[in-house]
């Protein structure tokens, strides 16, 4: 029998890598890792982690806001970006040390630098070959950029973390996750905000209430929301970028200290050998996996961003811990893509888990849907227009509740709990037979009657 280097050589340190090389290495492998920047992947770095400290900060706008009405006085306040910045990097980097000591005590030897495929059981690293048994890639996303003369001069969420200073005026684009988020922190933070989305609904692959429902309240915060709009070209004066848009001749562009795209992610597969080693990849450039993962070649892996499946931290551990329970653990398993539940951190929040209403009645044909829209008890007082929106979709026929969507403050938190609920297959009759907690938004869920 052939011997190799390593039992796994995972490339890319990322959610998903660190899991995987984690749990194999638990189940008696001998694992190396190579990551050429911070442990951590997008989700520590560029991502989730400073995504979620950056919107706490632009939560406090309202909170002070808010505050006036339960009789607190608040004197002048003022927002540092340099010492959000600061914090931010100062805990990512925090995190980065505690990957690297979770690999090195679970004996994963962790390699600095760009690895790349030169056949199914060889990687190179800093120009030296290891060979592996099986190797696994999980090198993640990048954003990517429109094309239009001057697109150069936009950034991406990968900029947008280390900006030198809050843009007065910040143009964002694209209408997904990252764009009504990071819109929803600069607005929060301070800048004046427009948002440009070339569709007419936003979050347009989540249930068709959702976008709707969020661009409005995002309105009412301030920003500025401009459906069927696209950039054609940008121009630069100085700190200024000027925007011509597909509009009306003669309605003029906008001007901008910063220009953002949220346009969308694509597979990071440049440089990694894939075309000499064989492995499949779509048009795209994400990596083609079957059940188990497996690449075309059968010794090498794929799980995460990179095989664009669902471009989510939770999904990529899942996967991670999938492959290496199939190569170390003998089976073969498969991950279930069904009620994945995910939050927006958009302001105010979404979340959802299971089916949109359009999905489930192309699955079942009778459905129900119960739907509740009002003002949270905190805002009689704190004088806010801010409602909160939230959806349930029933199969008609069995009863069961297959969707809980939601649009409101802390909406991950609430809907994760329903996501247990759903993975119960629990019915409508169920969620009418709990007791709500009062006063809560949740307890909304478990109250609504009557059908719309
Ligand atoms: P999305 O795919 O969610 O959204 C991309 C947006 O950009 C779409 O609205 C799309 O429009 C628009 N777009 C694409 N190309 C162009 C173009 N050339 N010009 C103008 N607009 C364009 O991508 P994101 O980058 O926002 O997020 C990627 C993924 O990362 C998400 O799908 C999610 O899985 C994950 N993510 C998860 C987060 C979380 O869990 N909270 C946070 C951030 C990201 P159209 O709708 O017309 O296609």
């Not at 933070?189 to 309240?217: N, Q």
């Amino acid at each position: 029998m052939a011997t190799y280097d390593y039992d796994l050589f995972t490339i890319g340190g990322g959610s998903g890598g660190v899991r995987a090389s984690r749990f194999a290495s638990q189940y008696g492998a001998k694992v190396a890792l190579a990551e050429k920047s911070a442990l951590g992947g997008t989700c520590v770095n560029l991502g989730c982690i400073p995504k979620k400290l950056m919107s706490y900060a632009a939560h406090f706008h309202d909170d002070f806001a808010d505050a006036a009405g339960f009789g607190w006085q608040l004197g002048k306040t003022r927002f540092d970006w340099a010492t959000l910045i600061a914090n931010k990097n100062r805990e990512i980097e925090r995190l980065n040390g505690i990957y690297r000591t979770v690999l090195e005590q679970a004996s994963v030897a962790v390699l600095d630098g760009h690895a790349h495929i030169e056949d199914a059981h060889t990687v190179v690293v800093n120009g030296r070959s290891i060979t592996a048994r099986f190797i696994l890639i999980a090198t993640g996303g990048r954003p990517t950029r429109p094309v239009f003369p001057g697109g150069e001069y936009g950034i991406t969420s990968d900029d947008f973390f280390h900006m030198d200073a809050l843009p007065a005026r910040a143009v964002v684009t694209g209408g997904g996750y990252i764009a009504v988020e990071l819109a929803s922190i600069l607005n929060g933070l301070g800048s004046k905000v427009t948002l440009i989305y070339r569709g007419s609904r936003i979050l347009r692959t989540m249930d068709h209430d959702l976008g709707p429902f969020l661009a409005a309240e995002m309105a009412k915060k301030g920003i500025d929301v401009r459906f069927d709009t696209d950039i054609e070209a940008m121009h630069v004066d100085g700190a200024v970028k000027h925007l011509q848009l597909n509009t009306k001749p003669g309605s003029g562009g906008i001007d901008a200290e910063c220009v953002l795209f949220a346009t969308g992610r694509a597979a990071n597969t440049v440089h990694l050998g894939l075309e000499k080693a064989g492995i499949a990849v779509r048009e795209n450039g994400s990596i083609v996996v079957d059940a188990q993962f497996r690449t075309s070649i059968d010794s090498i892996y794929a799980i995460g961003d990179v095989i664009d499946r669902v471009a989510l931290t939770p999904v990529a551990l899942a996967e991670g811990m999938m492959v290496a329970a199939n190569l170390f653990q003998q089976g073969e398993r498969r991950l279930s893509y069904e009620n994945i539940p995910t939050a927006v951190f958009s302001h105010p929040n979404v979340a959802t888990v299971g089916m949109t209403e359009l999905d489930a009645r192309q699955k079942y044909g009778t459905i129900k849907i119960f739907k509740s829209e009002f003002k949270a008890l905190k805002h009689t007082l704190s004088g806010s227009t801010e409602r909160t929106f939230m959806k349930l979709v029933v199969d008609a026929d069995s009863d069961r509740v297959v969707g809980v969507h939601m649009v409101g403050p802390d909406a991950g938190e609430l809907v994760q709990g329903f996501a247990v609920a759903l993975q119960c297959n629990a019915t409508k009759a169920q969620f009418d037979a709990t007791i709500g907690i009062h006063p809560t938004m949740a307890e909304e869920f478990v109250t609504m009657r009557t059908p719309v």
